[in-house]
Every structure is written in structure tokens, then in C-alpha cells.
């Protein structure tokens, strides 16, 4: 996975990666990838997000979301909360995610998904491809977009009901 990164950040040099850890076994996944990356990019062009569990926990990942150009997650609310601000996706499958596909087929967009077994190349091509789309969702996408958002925003209510004040 370090070496297709390093290959989108050679590709466009506006490109800066955000690892952005839900839970704490996030932290091993993205130090390995983060130790696997050329000392420069790690210096220069990436950025690993505080993993918080407090009351302001959620509004501040929305934050980091919303400053995304691109999110790639293997976790559903690293998919579903990007999508929720209309944000480009791709949801990364790997040996471990369930939640991941079934979001994507009841969105019914399987383009969304990259899984493990496909070639890295392939990867990159899907991110170079969306970074280069700068063209806006069709209506389908938007009405679904709309449906995920309305859902993302009853659990975030739901979410800050039950936080102590």
C-alpha cells in the first residue's frame, strides 16, 4: 500500500495524505504503512490525524473529512461519512471489512470499491482517476448521497444524546 501512496504523491504534487485512525488497531495498520513510505513524503506530505474518543471526537473527524479532496477507508464511517458530505470515495476492501461492501451495493455504486485482490496498479489508476475528475455526481448519485446523509446526520444526533454534557 506504501508504494502505491508514494506513487499518487509522485503523480500530483498537490496530493498530501491524511491517515485519519476510528479505532486503536487503525494506529498499527497506518504506522506500518507510515514506516513503509520514503522518508521525504513521510516528512513533507503526510499527516496521521489524533485518534480521540471524547465529546468533540466526531465533530473533529467530520472536520478532517470535509477538508478531503479524496477519502480511502476500509472502515464504514471512513466511507459513509465523506459520501454523507458529498465527498469522492473509494472504499478500500481488504481481507477483514464487511461492513464496506454492503454499503457500497445497497448504494449500488461498485465503482466505489477497490478490494485487496486487485492490482495496486489498478489502485492507483482508480485514485488518479478520481483526483482528476473534477466533474459533480450524477442525480442517482446525489439522490442516494441525500438518503446517506439524512442517516448520517440521525446518527450523529443520535451519537451526541448519549455524550455526557
Do not use: W
Not at 11 to 24: A, C, G, K, Q
Not at 63 to 78: K, P, V, W
Amino acid at each position: 500500500m506504501a508504494n502505491a501512496l508514494e506513487a499518487i504523491v509522485q503523480h500530483n504534487n498537490d496530493i498530501r495524505l491524511l491517515f485519519v485512525p476510528h479505532v486503536h488497531c487503525d494506529l498499527e495498520v497506518i504506522t506500518q504503512v507510515f514506516a513503509n513510505l520514503p522518508d521525504k513524503t513521510r516528512r513533507l506530505r503526510t499527516q496521521i490525524a489524533p485518534l480521540l474518543h471524547q465529546n468533540s471526537a466526531a465533530q473533529y473527524v467530520y472536520t478532517m473529512y470535509d477538508q478531503c479532496e479524496l477519502a480511502i477507508s476500509n472502515r464504514f464511517h471512513g466511507v459513509v461519512v465523506p459520501l454523507s458530505m458529498r465527498k469522492k470515495v473509494i472504499a478500500y476492501c481488504d481481507k477483514i471489512t464487511k461492513k464496506v461492501p454492503a454499503v457500497v451495493a445497497k448504494m449500488d455504486q461498485p465503482e466505489l470499491m477497490y478490494s485487496h485482490e486487485d492490482n495496486l496498479e489498478g489502485f492507483v489508476e482508480k485514485v488518479k482517476a478520481n483526483l482528476a475528475d473534477k466533474c459533480t455526481s450524477t442525480h442517482t448519485m446525489d439522490t442516494k448521497m441525500d438518503q446517506l446523509s439524512e442517516v448520517n446526520h440521525k446518527f450523529l444526533d443520535a451519537f451526541e444524546s448519549i455524550l455526557p454534557r
